[in-house]
């Protein structure tokens, strides 16, 4: 029974010293759960409003529709779009975030000095603002102004972060359809407002509303959060590190980063290196920070920070018994963290005001203040060392080595080493001619529904096994780095023999001396803007649609709103997006229908359900292959 819950050994070993030590884990509560109510998995159940909360009876033996009148069909599309917009709301709200740090740091009234004025001229200069003669901070404020009057246009103008990044012929498509966004805070309350008591009733309009709130993640969540993230903090290029609980360190204080945003783990990171000899002075060797979900993804890809788990193994590396920290920002934080650190020494630290959970630590994070804030943190996490119980300890000996770090410019980078003028053209020339398949990223997190890991991992070995290439990001990435998959090594053990040709002659042109790995690491979940604008570059430069490509997407085990709103701008992308757990969507046969094949003639993309790994990669070949034939490629 234990090691059904993860294939990842460390979490197979901890989920063995957790119950040993008393402590319930998230697969525990899962248990506790059974059986999960069947209305809410069909998405039939309504609480709109108070008359309810009203149920469609799935056999047709009960009620049909809700007491206002309300069918399954419209029942389930409300609360897709809601669940959609929640996602886009999340990653909107960081990227605001990350506007703001960029406008006080340009005023110069924060200490975060501009790291990358290339990727400002490259973002300006995507915006239509000329850069020449400018200095970076005025340069990065006129670039702030554009953000702010995407998020304050009142106008009917489509947002310019959309029309100045998403593909061509995808901005006519979108056209046509009415679902260009204007201006993100409206839509997400528009969202909210087209689903209350007594509002659209049209499952159809409500699908295109959930196509729009895509577009609003992808653009004013994802791709604004990165480029405002790449100016501020950098643009990331390859790194070299390790995977997997296995990097905390049993004579070091270990401080681990959760969440997503890296406005304060950046500091965190530095302040750590700078407060060693504190550390020293405790008995311990040093500070070892390392990282869990994406804002580990930040700090590996940019500082080469370890990764220590993903998702579903939050609560695992608290069990070690040698975390002195675990400090968290937003989304994906489960707060049972609180318990578990009682039971150990660990100083759960929140620092957001919207996330407080009772029995943690609260350090105020505020951007004017975010060195003092860092700076107690990493003090609070030696304080705890002191604290730790060498008897609890258990670090479990397994960690992968990882090349990560591949945003465009980085693969850019890499190509442009075989062809300096045309940098996609290596990658390009090798998909048209076969060697290269067609490309998958894999995103999304870990779902306790399934065997944590197993999806993204099987599916992966499938995919590579027949020369597709394969991005990843999130808790994917996780996976897959753990699992030896982003390495060299991971080239040859498991690509096929043209992919694998391909990604030796890179690397040896890179002047790696070894392949690139199989899996390339595109960062966290706001960087699926990464991956967007690498099929964003390859349509252009194919010069066709971005839906007529041999790129197809996958969340093998998504289980947040914001899986939903990334998938979601994939399919609006004319993507095939799989998914490996079934949405609460199949309460209506007309919305399933939709999703999976309807929207397809309207939108090019569509979601894909396959629950097995093996069928999952078999099927997103197919799709790639007939994408190929229908491009007149060779097969
Ligand atoms: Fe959360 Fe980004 Fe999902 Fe992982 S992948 S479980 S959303 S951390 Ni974003």
């Known amino acids: 029974m234990l090691n059904v819950r993860s294939i990842d050994p460390a979490a197979q070993d901890l989920i063995k010293k957790a119950h040993k030590d008393g402590i319930e884990t998230v697969w525990d509560r899962y248990d506790k759960q059974q059986p999960q109510c069947g209305f809410g998995s069909l998405g039939v159940c309504c609480r709109h409003c108070i008359q309810g909360p009203c149920r469609i009876d799935p056999f047709g033996q009960g009620p049909d529709k809700g007491i206002c009148g309300a069918t399954a069909d419209v029942i389930v599309a409300r609360n897709l779009l809601r669940q959609v917009a929640a996602g ?38 995507g915006l239509g603002i000329d850069s020449e003669g400018k200095e970076p901070d005025a340069l990065a404020l006129e670039v702030v102004r554009v953000a702010y009057g995407d998020m304050g246009n009142h106008h009917n103008r489509p947002m310019k972060w959309v029309s100045a990044h998403a593909p061509k012929q995808r901005l006519e498509v979108w056209e046509s359809l009415g679902i260009i966004p204007r201006n993100p805070d409206r839509e997400i309350r528009e969202a909210m407002h087209q689903t209350t008591m007594g509002m659209d009733a049209d499952p159809v309009n409500l699908l295109l509303a959930t196509a729009k709130q895509g577009l609003v993640d992808g653009y004013a969540g994802l791709k604004l959060a990165t480029d405002m993230q790449d100016i501020l903090f950098g643009t990331p290029a390859p790194v070299v590190t390790e995977a997997n609980l296995g990097v905390l360190k049993e004579d070091y204080v270990n401080l681990i980063v959760h ?123 030696i304080g705890a060392y002191a604290r730790r119980d060498p008897n609890k300890v258990h670090i479990p000996d397994y960690r992968a080595k990882i090349i990560a770090g591949f945003s465009v410019e980085a693969i850019a980078g890499a190509l442009g080493k075989l062809d300096p003028v045309q940098p996609l053209k290596p990658l390009a020339d090798n998909i048209v001619n076969g060697n290269i398949v067609g490309v998958v990223a894999t995103v999304g997190c870990n779902n306790v529904k399934v065997t944590q890991d197993i999806f993204h991992v099987e599916m992966v070995k499938e995919l590579l096994k027949n020369n597709v290439l394969v991005v990843a990001t999130g ?42 790995p199989p899996v390339l690491h595109m960062g966290s979940c706001v960087d699926n803007s990464r991956i967007g604008d690498l099929v964003t570059a390859l349509a252009n430069y194919l010069g066709v649609d971005s839906a007529a490509l041999p790129v197809a997407a996958s969340a093998p085990e998504p289980q947040h709103e914001k899986a939903l709103s990334i998938g979601t701008w994939a399919v609006a992308m004319g993507i095939t997006t799989h998914l490996g757990v079934i949405p609460p969507v199949l309460g209506s046969k007309q919305v399933t229908e939709l999703l999976t094949v309807g929207l397809t003639e309207v939108i090019g993309g569509k979601f894909y359900v396959e629950t097995e790994p093996q069928k999952a990669a078999l099927g997103l070949i197919e799709d790639i292959r007939k994408k190929r034939q229908a491009l007149g490629l060779d097969q």
């Open 88 to 125: 886009a709301a999340a990653h909107v709200d960081h990227a605001y975030d990350a506007v703001e740090a960029l406008e006080l740091a340009a005023q110069g009234k924060i200490d975060y000095p501009i790291a990358d004025a290339g990727k400002l001229k490259a973002v300006a200069s």
């Open 475 to 516: 808790c994917s990435a996780h996976a897959l780095a753990k699992a030896g998959m982003m390495n060299s090594e991971g080239t040859e053990r498991y690509a096929g023999n043209t992919l694998k040709a391909v990604l030796r002659a890179i690397g040896e042109a890179a002047g790696l001396g070894a392949p690139l």
């Open 259 to 381: 969440g997503h945003v890296p406005l304060l783990s950046e500091k965190i990171v530095q302040w750590a290196k700078t407060l060693s000899p504190e550390a020293e002075a405790v008995g311990a060797k040093g500070v070892q920070v390392a990282g869990i979900c994406c804002t580990g993804n930040e700090v590996l890809m940019r500082q080469g920070v370890p990764l220590a788990t993903n998702y579903l193994a939050q609560e695992l590396a608290i069990v070690t018994g040698a975390v002195d920290a675990m400090v968290v920002d937003v989304q994906c934080i489960m707060p049972s963290l609180s318990q578990i650190s009682s039971c150990y020494h660990t100083e759960l630290i929140t620092t957001m005001p919207i996330v407080k959970i009772p029995g943690a630590t609260h350090v105020p994070f505020a951007l004017e203040k975010a060195d003092e804030a860092a700076q107690e943190i990493v003090r609070k996490a």
